[in-house]
């Protein structure tokens, strides 16, 4: 048997390498408490203000608060947008025990709907439990009375006001103010491209049309904020700092509502539109279309039910007719007069023979005029007063369509008037290039013709021959129409008290129309002064007996196109087909305060001094009152029969011809 090999043990060298992997191992540890106290250190004091703002932000939250939206006047003061309390019922889940037991019992007291239930639980799966859950929306007064006996019976479950928009006039404004509704996604996509959607945080609702659309900004105002400390369940626990938001502007309008009425009776039955204007300030006094609709529907959301009745109405309720377009007819013979007189194709002196109808060389078509057997001798005044369409057939033959449509742009006819509203039609004012580009063909002689007594393709608004109007009585000084009078700012004076200031706003006037020889706008203004002051001119019957010395012009629209040979009959005549009654006039005549142009569809009877004349009248004597206005009017033989006064005549005792 082989010896065992004994190993003798290296006890120095065991303890080396003990000792190595000691050290190795403190260094290790060593360095990791070096990271640690490094990452401590980095977190405590180099990083602190990052961490504690974070912090903060989990812990403090800051909640918009909405601004009041301004208020909307008229020029008197009188109120026409205001901001109403809506009282809706609200829950918070978590203060209500037997949540289920407790909605029953509310819901029968007050009447509410078993749908507006299952819609309130459906919202409680989803929000928090200390979050308030809308009920019942728009509770009457009746049911905020109920309530409010019966309040201590129901813990967790409260009344809830906020402000929304309300319109007293209803009907009588909407197509002026427009309106406030939800904001829609469309809104927020608008908002956010804007930068603005920070300022709408709060926001329910936004203009949607007219005044409260044009002016959203200024009448919304300034979002505030309520900074509040939270806990981790979003709780609130106390409030921080409350910065309140600034009140939006006060709006106070050129409309005169007296006025704004008078047009709605005046119309009452009829569709189409009313727009009277402050000639020296181009302030509209009132604009209304008929039919209108309840802007106060689309506040809380309009009903499909609703809004389809409005959409299907054959009278077009949800059409502004102010800004929208119509054959003009004779209502720009004064102007298309005062091109002939610029471009020196008539004189003042020049006569024409009107045996009832005119004929262009070679062709078999004859135009006629509204009287089958013709004016006899006609002059520029005459031509205007009779409303003599052959005057004008010849007229426009000399001018030719280019001079015609290039007086008429003067005047701003086919364009935007500028008013603060979006809403406005640019109608049109047809022209050679115009007729190329919208049906690539030809412009015809014909076509001129029928342009020279307001027919063919043009079509203005009533919001487009009031200004024309106002620029034609103003001798070629063009204004803008606006709404917009003054903004009235809320704030505080030095001791603190709540104040109010007025601020006006000026407009810019647009350059003039300036013509060669400045007595044409006389002759033309007192063609139609005569219009109406003359006896047996088409308007002087509605004008009969007032107390100031307007002026004005008639015209007939012809809707649907007649056969060389047929003659006209409303009675026969499909509705939609019947002729629109237009008419323009303006007072006092020396020195002119307001400008009405009037626009009535599909007339049963008569022309523009039958059914519109009457209304313009209504119009003018709302505004003037109880004011006499001396006239110069010349009433000795020969010229006019001097006025009696008399109380509103009745369209049906009017015999006029235009």
């Known amino acids: 048997m082989a010896p065992r090999r004994i190993v003798i043990r290296n006890h120095s060298a065991e303890a080396n390498l003990f000792a190595r992997r000691t050290f190795i191992a403190f260094v290790g540890v060593l360095l990791l408490l070096l990271i640690l106290f490094s990452?401590?250190?980095?977190?405590?004091?180099?990083?602190?203000?990052?961490?504690?703002?974070?912090?903060?932000?989990?812990?403090?939250?800051?909640?918009?608060?909405?601004?009041?939206?301004?208020?909307?006047?008229?020029?008197?003061?009188?109120?026409?947008?205001?901001?109403?309390?809506?009282?809706?019922?609200?829950?918070?889940?978590?203060?209500?025990?037997?949540?289920?037991?407790?909605?029953?019992?509310?819901?029968?007291?007050?009447?509410?709907?078993?749908?507006?239930?299952?819609?309130?639980?459906?919202?409680?799966?989803?929000?928090?439990?200390?979050?308030?859950?809308?009920?019942?929306?728009?509770?009457?007064?009746?049911?905020?009375?109920?309530?409010?006996?019966?309040?201590?019976?129901?813990?967790?479950?409260?009344?809830?006001?906020r402000l929304k928009r309300y319109y007293p006039f209803s009907e009588l404004t909407t197509h002026n103010l427009g309106y406030v509704a939800r904001i829609n996604r469309k809104d927020v996509k608008k908002l956010e491209q804007q930068g603005k959607s920070e300022n709408y945080a709060a926001t329910h609702g936004i203009g949607k049309l007219g005044i409260e659309k044009y002016y959203e900004e200024i009448l919304h105002g300034t979002i505030g904020h309520q900074e509040v400390e939270i806990n981790n369940q979003g709780r609130i626990i106390r409030t921080l700092n409350y910065t309140p938001p600034i009140q939006g502007k006060d709006l106070t309008l050129t409309l005169d509502i007296e006025l704004q009425m008078i047009a709605k009776r005046a119309l009452s039955g009829k569709r189409g539109a009313v727009v009277a204007m402050n000639p020296r300030t181009g302030g509209i006094l009132a604009m209304y279309s008929n039919p209108s609709y309840d802007g106060n529907l689309f506040v809380h959301g309009i009903s499909s039910k609703n809004y389809n009745k409005l959409l299907q109405s054959k009278d077009l309720p949800l059409i502004n007719r102010s800004v929208q377009g119509y054959p003009p007819a004779s209502t720009v013979k004064p102007f298309l007069a005062l091109t002939g007189l610029e471009e020196q194709v008539i004189t003042p002196s020049t006569k024409i023979w009107d045996p009832g109808w005119y004929q262009l060389e070679g062709l078999p078509n004859k135009y006629r005029d509204w009287k089958k057997w013709g004016h006899g001798w006609v002059d520029l005044t005459k031509a205007i007063e009779q409303s003599c369409n052959i005057y004008f057939f010849k007229l426009a033959f000399k001018l030719g369509i280019t001079k015609i449509s290039t007086m008429m742009e003067r005047f701003g006819f086919g364009d935007y008037t500028g008013i603060d509203i979006h809403e406005e039609s640019r109608a049109i004012m047809p022209s050679v290039a115009w007729k190329r580009e919208r049906y690539n063909q030809p412009w015809y002689t014909g076509e001129t013709l029928s342009v020279g007594i307001g027919q063919s393709y043009w079509t203005v608004t009533p919001l487009q021959l009031t200004q024309a109007l106002t620029t034609l009585v103003n001798h070629g000084v063009r204004k803008v129409p606006h709404f917009l009078k003054a903004t009235k700012k809320q704030g505080t004076d030095e001791d603190g008290n709540s104040q109010s200031t007025l601020e006006e706003v000026i407009y810019e006037e647009q350059a003039p129309l300036i013509l060669k020889q400045k007595k044409h706008w006389e002759l033309v203004l007192e063609a139609m002064h005569s219009t109406v002051q003359k006896f047996g001119a088409t308007a002087y019957t509605p004008f009969k007996g007032a107390k100031y010395d307007a002026s004005g012009k008639t015209g007939s629209a012809q809707v649907a196109r007649i056969k060389q040979d047929e003659k006209y009959d409303a009675k026969t005549t499909q509705e939609n087909k019947r002729d629109n009654a237009m008419f323009i006039a303006f007072a006092p005549f020396n020195n002119p305060e307001i400008v009405v142009a009037v626009a009535i569809e599909n007339v049963a009877k008569g022309g523009g001094g039958t059914n519109a004349g009457p209304v313009a009248r209504q119009i003018m004597d709302q505004y003037f009152g109880n004011r006499v206005i001396t006239s110069s009017i010349d009433n000795s033989p020969g010229k006019f029969k001097t006025k009696t006064p008399q109380q509103h005549i009745h369209p049906s005792h009017i015999q006029e011809s235009d």
Do not use: C, M, W
């Open 39 to 161: 990452n401590i250190y980095s977190l405590q004091v180099d990083s602190f203000e990052k961490y504690q703002t974070r912090s903060n932000s989990n812990r403090i939250k800051l909640l918009p608060v909405a601004p009041n939206r301004g208020l909307i006047y008229d020029r008197n003061g009188v109120i026409l947008a205001d901001n109403k309390p809506v009282y809706s019922l609200a829950v918070i889940p978590e203060e209500v025990d037997n949540l289920k037991a407790n909605i029953e019992k509310i819901s029968k007291l007050l009447d509410i709907s078993a749908d507006r239930q299952v819609k309130f639980f459906k919202a409680a799966k989803r929000k928090r439990r200390f979050k308030q859950i809308e009920l019942q929306p728009r509770l009457s007064e009746q049911q905020v009375a109920l309530f409010s006996v019966n309040q201590h019976k129901f813990p967790g479950i409260f009344v809830d006001a």
